[in-house]
């Protein structure tokens, strides 16, 4: 049954947000729900961000990360 499951893929922005991080990961790898694609944004994070990310990506192989340097906000006009 679960075979026939869709994907589904959470995608989590991080950036320099360790106080909230643990309980998000941990949310969202206890879900009922196992057929998931989580991937983890890591937008240049100088906290400790990195090192809770690779502890989950360690424990849980669904966790992805992808690691990227901050390149601040996005400017409305310039999403095209």
């Not at 106080?19 to 196992?34: A, G, P, W």
């Amino acid at each position: 049954m679960e075979n026939t499951l869709p994907l589904v893929s959470v995608v989590i922005p991080v950036y320099n947000s360790e106080q909230y991080l643990d309980r998000c990961l941990q949310s969202v790898t206890n879900q009922s729900y196992k057929k998931l694609e989580i991937i983890v944004v890591n937008d240049g994070s100088v906290d400790s961000c990195p090192s809770i990310i690779r502890k989950y990506a360690k424990q849980d192989s669904r966790v992805v990360i992808i690691d990227k340097e901050n390149e601040g906000l996005v400017e409305v006009g310039k999403l095209a």
